[in-house]
C-alpha cells in the first residue's frame, strides 16, 4: 500500500503531490545522545527543529546548514529529507554534508543503520547521506546523527544599493578574499551580508567590505530563510535555480533574488517550465519548481538516462514495492 510519509508536514509543498496512506511520523520524538564537546546531536526523526535549535543555543552551538522551518511543526526528520539549507550553506556545507548517519525502516519492514556519530565513520557505500534530499522515497527516517558548531562571538549585516549585474561582481570579489561571509543577499535592489566570526575579524572585514551597518540584521537572515522576505510574496511560480556564481544575471521575465555569492537564483514567473530548464542549463545548472505552478507535473529538473536508472535501482534496492512517497521525486521515482 503506497504511503504518504510526514512529520510536521511543514514542507509538503516540495517536490510532487504524493498519493497514499498518511504515514505520520511527528510522535517518535526526542534527543538521542548531545555531546557539545565532541560537536554532534543524535535525535529521533519526529524531534521538533525548535526544540534542536533551542537545545544547541544553550550551549552556544548550531546547526550548521541554518535550514528553513516553513512552519512551527518542522521536524529533524524532514529537515534531512528535504535536504533544504539556509543562507549559511556555502559556507558551513550543506545538509549532507553535515549528516553523520541515519537510522531507516526500509521498505521490506528492515531496521538499518547506516553511519555513525564521527566523520569517518564508513566503509562501503555511505547509503546515509543519500537520505539527505531524498524526500522519504528511500524509507521512513528513525534517527539522525548530525555534525553542530558553535556560534559566531560576533555578527553584523551590511547593506548597499546596487542592481544585481554589479552586485554579482561583488559577491564573486568577496568570494575570492579571506573575508568571514557567511550569508549574501540580493532582492533586486539591495546587497546584503553577514559577517560572522571573531571581533576583530569581523570589525576588518566590515571595513573592507563597506556599506551600511543594518541593525536587527538576524531578522533580515530569518525572513530570508522562511521566506516572508517581501520578494518572496505573491501567487507566481517561485524557481529556485542553481548556477555557477559568476554566472551573468539570467535573461528570462519575473522578478529575480540572489544567494550564496550567485550560485542560488529565486525568481519568480509564469514562464513555461521548458524556457525556466533551458536557460539554466545553458548556464551550466539546473532549476527546481520550488513552490506553486503545476505540482503534477515534473517539479525537479530532468535527469539523464543513465542517472535516472541510478535513482531507479537505488529505490528498488530499498523499496522493492515503491511504497514510500511514490513519485514524491520524479514520476517514476
Not at 105 to 118: A, D, P, T, W
Request: hydrophobic share 40%.
Amino acid at each position: 500500500m503506497p504511503l504518504n510519509i510526514g512529520g510536521g508536514s511543514t514542507k509538503v509543498f516540495y517536490g510532487r503531490a504524493v498519493e497514499g496512506a498518511p504515514l505520520d511520523v511527528g510522535g517518535h520524538r526526542g534527543v538521542v545522545n548531545y555531546e557539545p564537546t565532541e560537536l554532534v546531536l543524535t535525535a529521533r526523526a519526529g524531534t521538533l527543529l525548535a526544540d534542536i535549535e533551542a537545545l544547541l543555543s544553550e550551549r552556544s552551538q548550531m546547526l550548521p546548514f541554518e535550514p528553513p522551518h516553513f512552519g512551527s511543526r518542522a521536524t529533524i526528520g524532514g529537515c534531512v529529507a528535504a535536504g533544504l539549507p539556509g543562507p549559511r550553506r556555502p559556507y558551513s556545507g550543506s545538509v549532507r554534508d553535515n549528516l553523520l548517519g541515519v537510522e531507516i525502516i526500509n521498505g521490506e519492514g528492515e531496521r538499518l543503520k547506516f553511519g555513525g556519530e564521527v566523520m569517518k565513520n564508513v566503509a562501503g557505500y555511505d547509503l546515509s547521506r543519500l537520505m539527505a534530499g531524498a524526500l522519504g522515497t528511500l524509507g521512513v527516517l528513525l534517527q539522525v546523527s548530525l555534525k553542530v558548531l558553535p556560534r559566531p562571538m560576533r555578527e553584523i549585516t551590511l547593506i548597499r544599493e546596487t542592481d544585481a549585474k554589479r552586485a554579482i561582481v561583488t559577491m564573486n570579489a568577496w568570494a575570492r578574499r579571506p573575508l568571514p561571509v557567511s550569508a549574501t543577499w540580493h532582492d533586486g535592489q539591495k546587497l546584503s551580508v553577514r559577517l560572522s566570526g571573531g571581533d576583530y575579524a569581523v570589525k576588518a572585514a566590515a571595513e573592507a567590505v563597506g556599506g551600511d551597518r543594518l541593525e536587527h540584521g538576524h531578522t533580515l537572515w530569518h525572513d530570508v530563510r522562511e521566506q516572508v522576505e517581501p520578494f518572496f510574496a505573491g501567487d507566481a511560480p517561485l524557481w529556485r535555480i542553481s548556477v555557477p556564481p559568476a554566472t551573468p544575471v539570467l535573461d528570462m521575465p519575473g522578478e529575480q533574488a540572489l544567494e550564496w555569492n550567485g550560485a542560488l537564483r529565486w525568481i519568480r514567473t509564469d514562464a513555461p517550465a521548458q524556457d525556466i530548464r533551458r536557460t539554466a542549463s545553458a548556464a551550466g545548472g539546473h532549476a527546481t519548481l520550488f513552490r506553486g505552478g503545476d505540482r503534477q507535473g515534473e517539479v525537479f529538473h530532468p535527469l539523464p538516462p543513465t542517472l535516472m536508472m541510478a535513482h531507479k535501482n537505488l529505490k528498488k534496492a530499498l523499496d522493492p514495492a515503491g511504497i514510500f512517497n511514490p513519485g514524491r521525486l520524479y514520476i517514476e521515482v
